[in-house]
């Protein structure tokens, strides 16, 4: 079967360090990955997307990998602030279009003082 | 420039009602969708719309209709509720894929339904 699959746990972490998330996929070929982060009662604000020919992708303090051999993709924030407080989404894009997206059920991220 | 805007914010329907959950985006976007997100679920496609005229079902479209007369607006109708369909659904919008393959989609803040 064809899964997605997010730490369920949230992840605590002092501020200044790098978070790292991880998104591993099983039985899919997409063709892109994105993270998203949502807010309590808020809906998903894109950060990053990553093609299947890429292997990393920068964004200021963000960072994501992507390895299609293991079926997975990190997400790390560099120097991180309890601002990044937040759940962070894994969004696999199987068509190409960014119309369908099939999602992860999020990572938890606490970043403490 | 008010992205996508969604309404009600909240809602609270009786068993058999039906309603409707709107969404309108001002980007000129040719790509809309519905998602539901359930607690430990993760968000799950409803039902998409690759332009006006023009729609098809998602992961779970049971229980629900949608139509696209415009570019702008992609309602999402119950067309008798169940407790079942109580949860947050979301609308989100892109551009078409021939502008810039692997879009960023645009979501809207939610709508939170209670089915009692």
């Known amino acids: 079967s064809q899964k997605i699959e997010q730490n369920s746990e949230a992840l605590n972490i002092q501020e200044g360090k790098t978070a790292t998330l991880t998104c591993n996929y099983t039985?899919?070929?997409?063709?892109?990955l994105q993270w998203y982060r949502q807010d309590p009662g808020r809906g998903p604000v894109f950060l990053l997307l990553i093609r299947e020919n890429e292997k990393e992708k920068r964004k200021e303090r963000l960072k994501v990998t992507f390895d299609t051999t293991l079926k997975q993709s990190l997400f790390h924030i560099t120097a991180s602030q309890p601002a990044d407080s937040a759940t962070y989404l894994c969004?696999?894009?199987?068509?190409?279009?960014?119309?369908?997206?099939?999602f992860g059920t999020g990572t938890q991220l606490k970043v403490e003082l | 420039n008010a992205g996508v805007t969604q309404t009600p914010k909240f809602q609270v329907l009786k068993t058999g009602q039906s309603m409707t959950l709107q969404c309108a985006q001002d980007?000129?976007?040719?790509?809309m969708s519905w998602y539901r997100q359930d607690p430990g679920m993760g968000l799950r496609l409803i039902h998409y719309s690759v332009g006006a005229g023009i729609t098809d079902q998602g992961e779970v479209p049971n229980g629900y209709n949608v139509s696209r007369s415009t570019t702008e607006d992609f309602p999402l109708r119950l067309l008798s509720a169940a407790p079942s369909q109580t949860s947050v659904y979301f609308c989100a919008s892109s551009p078409s894929a021939g502008e810039s393959r692997g879009n960023t989609i645009y979501f809207g803040e939610g709508s939170w339904l209670t089915v009692v």
């Open positions: 980007m000129n976007h040719e790509y």
């Open positions: 969004a696999l894009d199987l068509t190409g279009g960014g119309n369908k997206l099939t």
């Open positions: 039985n899919y070929s997409p063709a892109y």
